[in-house]
């Protein structure tokens, strides 16, 4: 019998739309012995198939992988991700100076529940659904065939974002290949080391790579304060094209000894000047901005991790971001700029614009906008997903 997900009266619509969600409040019948993470056919009340997609437990009972009545066969996985690939080849993400970069964002290369991040010969592959964490074998094989010699390594990082209540054996290991966890890649000519197995997410924040180039356009001749640094890719830029000066401040002492070896690879293995005093500190970076002098710096960056994780956090990380940039608009310099960001999805760009507007507007300060921010060509947004747009971010001028 074949497995399906029959929907309520009315509750196809969004899919016909190509919504690639269905909730379980819109299922009428299940049919079948439906497992987590199979492959389910989702039938309209009148009996038209709509698709085939992953079941999962939970307010998104299915993940659509494909769209009527044609189903995922064995050539399924590496067609989606030529298609990736493609996208990035012609938004121009993929160069020689730049090796480092996202191929699968979920939704927006509808493969939902499934990232992979490309660090020079190295997949970086992370599961967020169960069915996406049975198939990364598959995963891993169509990543292969689509690379051939260029692709040395596939690594699975779903420990962290797979469905823990799913009962499955979650262990981070490198599915093809072999590796110490780390590579030294190129973004936009700069390099950076990244570590995949104890890093942050897949090792680095590639949706901050147009960001940090427009730093760079900022930076030259400004005092800059890099808050939340991690392992510093704002800061090598601010100092790669003429800051004065840059403080990098995080809590963790392991990004900030990533920031220094980032620091001495660009300068030995490049033919670029980094000029600029730097200055790390391994403390709470809204401590360190508090107790930091007025009119100190010229140039802010203020990236927190996200706030809220849920709906639920919502109000607290909307207070909480209006009180961080209160602190930094009130500190830069006049004449200062400032970067700030939400990576938060719950936290949409007009509620952050209007929590930024409250911020400001509590310090008495003049402040514009000179650019409105958001992810990078190779974390694109399906059109019928606006979901998946989760990185927001402002450039203000404070006078």
Known sequence: MKRKIILKRGRDESIKRFHPWVFSGG???IDGDVAEGDIVEVVSSSGDTLGYGHYQIGSIAVRMLTFGEVAPDKGFWLDRLSSAYKVRESAGVIRD???AYRLIHGEGDMLPG????????TAVLQAHSVG???AREEIAEALKSLYGDKLASVYDKSSSTAPFKASLELMDQYLLGKGDGGEVVSENGL????DWIHGQKTGFFLDQRDSRALIGNYSSGRRVLNLFCYTGGFSIYAMANGAISVDSVDSSAKAMSMLEKNIEINKSALNISLDAKHQSYTEDAIDFLKNSPDNKYDLIIVDPPAFAKHRGALQNALRAYQRLNAAAISKVSRGGIIFTYSCSQVVDKIAFAET???AAASTGREVRILHRLTQPADHPVNIYHPEG???KGLVLYVE
């Open 356 to 358: 930024i507007f409250s």
């Open 191 to 194: 390099l950076f080391s990244v």
């Open 114 to 121: 499934l990232i992979v991040d490309i660090y020079g010969e």
């Open 27 to 29: 299922i009428v019948r």
């Open 97 to 99: 100076d730049n090796n």
């Open 389 to 391: 747009e989760y990185l």
């Open 132 to 134: 996406m964490f049975l």
